[in-house]
């Protein structure tokens, strides 16, 4: 059965310093691996995703990941923080036959002036 | 193009009560996907529809159910509500159930039940 670990529920970082959000996963077959941005009150938005191909995957809002099959691991990162990326941020793994997707349990950024 | 679109924004029951949940998909796509986002608990599947069929569901009771009309929309319904049903509620949907799985959610319905 898949499913996500991802790793510290708050990172705090300053604004312009790098942003590094770990994700691990588990699955028995190639795994489609999405991240997920929420901002209070709202809906999830999808910054980026990874399905086959180049494993270094570009995002909206600067944001980028790479799929590491030997870690089995999808991090988030971004060279530079800005205030409005304190959000939370989701990674999820695609459930396969069962639809759904399984998100791991979050990660929220708080960025300091 | 429009996105997920849920009504209503917020609602506010009493425990034992029913509620209804209303979902629009994105034109063109034919699955709608339903979590429950409690505090502390993360994203839970709760059901998944698609051609109007439910294709799957989550761990969650039999009181939890819903459906899915011929123009791909899709209601969740809630009965014998309880406090911990407190929530909110997203809905999301795809294109196609056998490409990877992109899901595009909606802005949620907040459930409080007092």
């Known amino acids: 059965a898949q499913s996500v670990t991802q790793l510290g529920s708050h990172v705090s970082v300053s604004e312009g310093a790098l942003v590094l959000l770990r994700c691990n996963y588990s699955?028995?077959?190639?795994?489609?691996l999405f991240w997920y941005v929420q901002y209070p009150n709202q809906g999830l938005q999808l910054l980026l995703k990874?399905?086959?191909?180049?494993?270094l995957v570009k995002g909206i809002n600067g944001f980028e990941a790479e799929f590491k099959k030997s870690e089995t691991s999808f991090h988030l990162t971004k060279p530079s923080a800005h205030m409005s990326d304190a959000a939370e941020y989701f990674c999820?793994?695609?459930?396969?036959?069962?639809?759904?997707?399984?998100f791991g349990k979050g990660t929220k950024l708080s960025v300091k002036p | 193009e429009a996105g997920v679109t849920q009504s209503p924004t917020h609602l506010i029951k009493t425990r034992g009560q029913q509620v209804t949940l209303r979902c629009s998909p994105i034109s063109g796509h034919t699955s709608v996907y339903w979590y429950q986002q409690a505090l502390g608990l993360g994203l839970q599947f709760l059901l998944w529809?698609?051609?109007?069929?439910?294709?799957n569901r989550g761990n969650f009771p039999p009181r939890f159910s819903g459906r899915q009309f011929p123009n791909y929309s899709s209601e969740l319904n809630v009965n014998a509500l309880e406090l911990e049903d407190s929530a909110l509620y997203l809905c999301?949907?795809?294109?196609?159930?056998?490409?990877?799985?992109?899901?595009?959610f909606g802005p949620g319905t907040r459930l409080t039940v007092l």
């Open positions: 990874y399905t086959t191909g180049a494993t």
């Open positions: 699955s028995s077959v190639p795994p489609y």
């Open positions: 999301a949907s795809s294109p196609d159930t056998y490409l990877y799985n992109e899901q595009f």
């Open positions: 529809y698609d051609e109007g069929e439910e294709r």
């Open positions: 999820a793994v695609d459930g396969g036959s069962q639809g759904n997707l399984i």
